[in-house]
Every structure is written in structure tokens, then in C-alpha cells.
Antibody, heavy 118, light 110 residues
Framework: QVQLVQSGAEVKKPGASVKVSCKASGFSFTNYYMHWVRQAPGQGLEWMGVIDPSGGTTTYAQKLQGRVTMTRDTSTSTVYMELSSLRSDDTALYYC???????????WGQGTMVTVSA | QSALTQPASVSGSPGQSITISCTGTSSDVGGHDYVSWYQEHPGKAPKLMIYDVSHRPSGVSNRFSGSKSGNTASLTISGLQAEDEADYYCSSYASSNTRLFGTGTKVTVL
């Protein structure tokens, strides 16, 4: 079964970092880009960045440059998204999504809620 | 990199057709045929409905269709049904391997 399973909800204080995992199964991990997308409560989808699991190459959204890091572990078919210097407006549901060709997010994880609160 | 512009809401009666627009620039929507559309029901992950402007993934109803003219892409839902009530987002490939999402449109079935 093709699926992406994400790690559980997190509560962090402002200034801290969070690392969310996304484990892939049912398909060849290194053949597909993996994207991260977030959605603040009541807001729209925001593209955060993409990683090529085969070589580890990343591209990040300009507004998150310097705070976001995406990595992968090919031995466990898992991608990670770490966001640092957390602020209250980073409170959101974070999704990983499989990227097919240029712009098809065809498989999505279940989402990981990250809450930033003092 | 600004979000693509969509109307905040669109509504229609059952059986009618509605169209949602998605306006970008020549660097994203207008510059590539890599526009996709997603349906999001409350509490659920987004679902791919259209890719590469006008192609439907297997399993998506043929009531959903996509098109593009210049810097504006469109999603049309024909024969509107109650189950189509959801939020819809467009997405486009943009410059330097980045992607953009639209602002989102709430579809209401009257």
C-alpha cells in the first residue's frame, strides 16, 4: 500500500526547533521528490520546500530560507523537515507529499500538528 | 513569491456548473503547463484532482476539468453535487524549482 506516515503532534516554545518525520512505504523512495506543505489554522496551503531523496538536493521557499532544513534517510525511506527559531505563526498542520513529475502531489501524509506556544 | 490568486468563495446549485479561477504571472501559471488542483474536505488531507492543467488522475470524476489561458488557470466542476462542497487549491510550478499554491476557494453547494 502506497502511503506516507508522519510523526505525531508537537508542542514547542518560541525559539525552539521541531523535526517532523515522514516514512514512505509501498513505492520506490528514491524515484520521487518529497515536498513539505503547511496549513495554519483556518488558512490556505503553503509550499515549504522539496527534497530529492536520491541525492538529497533541496529547494526551499524563499520566506523559510535559513530556518528550514529537509533531509532524508534512504535506509528507512524517511524524510525529515526541521524548522528552527519557531514563532507563533509557525503553528500549523505540516504535511509531506509525494511529488510526481513537475507539480503533482499525488500522495499525502496524514499531517502533523505543530503548536508553538509559550 | 506571492500566492496565486483565487476567489474566496464560489457557490452553485446541484446540477449546475461552476468555475474557479487561479491567477498568477508569466513566471508561474503562464510560463509552465504544470498547474494542478486539489480538493480538501475538513479534517482530510488534500486530494489531487487535476494535474498538468487539464489531466485527471485515475479515479477522479470526469465532472472535473481544467484549462488555462495566459496567466490564469481554471477548474470547472460540472453537474455539481453535495459531495463537491470543499476547499479547492490550485498549484503551479514556478521559477528555480519552487512551487506555489493558490489562496484557496470555498465551494458551497446551495
Amino acid at each position: 500500500q502506497v502511503q506516507l506516515v508522519q510523526s505525531g503532534a508537537e508542542v514547542k516554545k518560541p525559539g525552539a526547533s521541531v523535526k517532523v518525520s515522514c516514512k514512505a512505504s509501498g513505492f520506490s523512495f528514491t524515484n520521487y521528490y518529497m515536498h513539505w506543505v503547511r496549513q495554519a489554522p483556518g488558512q490556505g496551503l503553503e509550499w515549504m520546500g522539496v527534497i530529492d531523496p536520491s541525492g538529497g538536493t533541496t529547494t526551499y521557499a524563499q520566506k523559510l530560507q535559513g530556518r528550514v532544513t529537509m533531509t532524508r534517510d534512504t535506509s528507512t525511506s524517511t524524510v525529515y523537515m526541521e524548522l528552527s527559531s519557531l514563532r507563533s505563526d509557525d503553528t500549523a498542520l505540516y504535511y509531506c507529499a509525494r511529488g510526481y513529475y513537475y507539480n503533482r502531489f499525488d500522495i499525502w501524509g496524514q499531517g502533523t500538528m505543530v503548536t508553538v506556544s509559550a | 513569491q506571492s500566492a496565486l490568486t483565487q476567489p474566496a468563495s464560489v457557490s452553485g446549485s446541484p446540477g449546475q456548473s461552476i468555475t474557479i479561477s487561479c491567477t498568477g504571472t508569466s513566471s508561474d501559471v503562464g510560463g509552465h503547463d504544470y498547474v494542478s488542483w486539489y480538493q480538501e474536505h475538513p479534517g482530510k488531507a488534500p486530494k489531487l484532482m487535476i494535474y498538468d492543467v487539464s489531466h485527471r488522475p485515475s479515479g477522479v470524476s470526469n465532472r472535473f476539468s481544467g484549462s488555462k489561458s495566459g496567466n490564469t488557470a481554471s477548474l470547472t466542476i460540472s453537474g455539481l453535487q453535495a459531495e463537491d462542497e470543499a476547499d479547492y487549491y490550485c498549484s503551479s510550478y514556478a521559477s528555480s524549482n519552487t512551487r506555489l499554491f493558490g489562496t484557496g476557494t470555498k465551494v458551497t453547494v446551495l
